[in-house]
């Protein structure tokens, strides 16, 4: 690939995805879009760059959606899952015992592996939450990766991975060789296309939001940004929850690590008491049926 074509494709993604590449990545943008240019009837990464100049924005759009990563896994990391059961959705129902409302952001949901592990955790509550009115939104910069989320439709391999057996047989439905999610918890999900280097004031206020290893992509002024105005759709008690190799600390001070619990974090100002455990009246949370985790 010669250098000015590298440099423009550098730019364009930035720009659109906030993908930050370094100087040294040819191979990755060969890898992902040569096969892309090929698909496109195009001979190489120059010719795919000279359409992508003509303007063909459909183009662009699959060259940006060809440079996401969307690895993901059930229950991805376990501890954020453990956090969720421990910690916040005990302080969230006791916040919110009146209003009895819980809305939960999934802000690169992926595939749906992540916002299903959410929905599954709160199924698992069973009483605990009757009467409660839950939203889950996913969202994600690919439709391709929002419409697998849609379908709830995995391989072997992929309910292989993180999913404890016993959550497999109860939320799964086999159809051949695949596994599709039943419909109540898939039902508990909404999703949306959403790129986060764009405005999302129009989401409203969440209670929690899961924005795990997709700020990894972005630099360092982009990452401060996108905390500036994820502090705005939390509410001021609400939790942030980041992937394993993301942080606040030195980016931000709108959010502050919430203590001892790893990726896990509070709006500036909020009152973080560990291990309150659930609001008077409220039945135990039946995560232990989540086995393994
Ligand atoms: C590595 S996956 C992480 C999935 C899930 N959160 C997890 O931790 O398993 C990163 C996801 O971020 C999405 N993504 C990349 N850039 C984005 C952007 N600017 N806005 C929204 N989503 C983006 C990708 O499409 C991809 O699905």
Redesign the pocket.
Known sequence: MNPPDYEYLRKVLKDL???DLSADKQYLIESRLLPLARKSGLSDIAALVQKMKGGSSALINQVV?AM??????FF??KVPFDHLRDTILPNVLRARALRKNIRIW??????G??PYSIAMCLKEMGAALAGWRIEILA????QE?LEKSKAGIYSQFEVQRGLPIQLLVKHFKQIGELWQINPDIRGMVQHRQ????HDFSQLGVFDVI?????LI??DQDTKSKIFARLAKGVEADGFLVL?AAETVVGLTEVFKPFPDRRGLYRPNGAQSAPGKGLPAGAAAPKLAAVAGL
């Open positions: 995805s906030g993908l959606e996401t990563t969307n690895e993901t896994f991805r990391d999934c802000a690169a949901g992926s595939t592996q992540e969202t994600d910069l690919s990766v959403l790129n986060l280097l899961f924005c795990r290893n997709v992509y972005f992937g």
